[in-house]
């Protein structure tokens, strides 16, 4: 398996924030009104690991690009800020479920993990049950399911339980739910520290 981290620029091997670029603007932020010699190029990141957006500074000689894997700490970022996402352009808002895939496929043992983890929130609300597509039935096949033992990724856990064909998709489009509104009561992805 190839290290995703190996090719990006500032890609730390440390444990430090790393987000994956949505948009990168060289010329700065439009809306900022001081002349273009003292703007700084910008760009929207999404967290590999909270899955939190951020705006951050870039040096001047910063060469990256969208979906560039970007140490926060690193040498080429000046500073960074936790942005909504009514706080990002329109770019970077169509390529967050791009990203959000990628970090998904970069690190399948993390999120086949829920399905072997997942544990009740309230006596009637299960984790399970906040993935879309997932009710009562679906929910109790994967419990069965993982007692039988952990599932190993994501084709198993859609050979071993009848009903969910896209076990990746699916925690995808909730990741995707959680970054997009702000005002989901649970939270199992965004917004949460590692």
């Known amino acids: 398996m190839t290290d995703p981290d190996a090719d990006a620029p500032d890609a730390a091997d440390d444990d430090g924030p790393v987000a994956v670029l949505l948009d990168v603007l060289p010329n700065g932020r439009p809306d900022d009104d001081r002349p273009p010699s003292r703007k700084s190029p910008v760009a929207y990141g999404l967290g590999t690991d909270s899955f939190r957006l951020y705006e951050l500074s870039l040096d001047d000689e910063a060469d990256v690009s969208v979906s560039d894997r970007l140490a926060l700490d690193g040498p080429t970022v000046g500073r960074y800020r936790e942005v909504s996402y009514d706080d990002l352009t329109r770019n970077a808002a169509a390529e967050v479920e791009y990203a959000v895939e990628e970090i998904v496929e970069a690190d399948e043992e993390r999120f086949v993990d829920f399905y072997?983890?997942?544990?009740?929130?309230?006596?009637?609300?299960?984790?399970?049950?906040?993935?879309?597509?997932?009710?009562?039935?679906?929910?109790?096949?994967?419990?069965?399911?993982?007692?039988?033992?952990?599932?190993?990724?994501?084709?198993?856990?859609?050979?071993?339980?009848?009903?969910?064909?896209?076990?990746?998709?699916?925690?995808?489009?909730?990741?995707?739910?959680?970054?997009?509104?702000?005002?989901?009561?649970?939270?199992?992805?965004?917004?949460?520290?590692?």
């Open 116 to 194: 072997n983890e997942a544990g009740p929130i309230t006596l009637r609300l299960h984790q399970l049950n906040l993935l879309p597509g997932v009710g009562k039935q679906l929910r109790n096949n994967v419990l069965d399911e993982r007692k039988r033992g952990p599932f190993e990724s994501f084709a198993e856990v859609s050979e071993r339980v009848s009903g969910l064909h896209r076990p990746r998709e699916v925690i995808v489009e909730r990741i995707v739910e959680e970054i997009r509104e702000d005002d989901l009561k649970y939270r199992t992805f965004a917004g949460r520290e590692e």
